[in-house]
Nanobody
């Protein structure tokens, strides 16, 4: 089994910063892409940022220039540095990883339990 555990969420004022962390553990051979998604109340889950195993990253247009995704392959971890946060970015943020559990096996998506980020005015 594979577990993803997020941390770092919380309450922040608009314009402030937060750093989210996510660590994967369990039976892991390798991890392809890792990413962060978010889901606000009444809205669909959306991609925030995603980073490949080679560290190339892509971002939602709304966060470009303000958020930075990074990963530590040795720790099976992914991070999201968020700055200039806006009230409308209040959401549950989920970590995602495409994990291969053995040599020659397909990669499957795993999700964390989510961490709440609340941006106040």
């Amino acid at each position: 089994q594979v577990q993803l555990v997020e941390s770092g969420g919380g309450l922040v004022q608009a314009g402030g910063s937060l750093r989210l962390s996510c660590a994967a553990s369990g039976t892991i051979f390798s991890i392809n892409a890792m990413g962060w998604y978010r889901q606000a109340p009444g809205k669909q889950r959306e991609l925030v940022a995603r980073i490949a195993s080679g560290s190339s990253a892509n971002y939602a247009d709304s966060v470009k220039g303000r958020f930075t995704i990074s990963r530590d392959n040795a720790k099976n971890a992914v991070y999201l540095e968020m700055s200039s946060l806006k009230r409308e970015e209040t959401a549950v943020y989920y970590c995602n990883a495409a994990v291969r559990r053995g040599f020659g096996t397909a990669a499957y998506d795993y999700w964390g339990q989510g961490t709440q980020v609340t941006v106040s005015s």
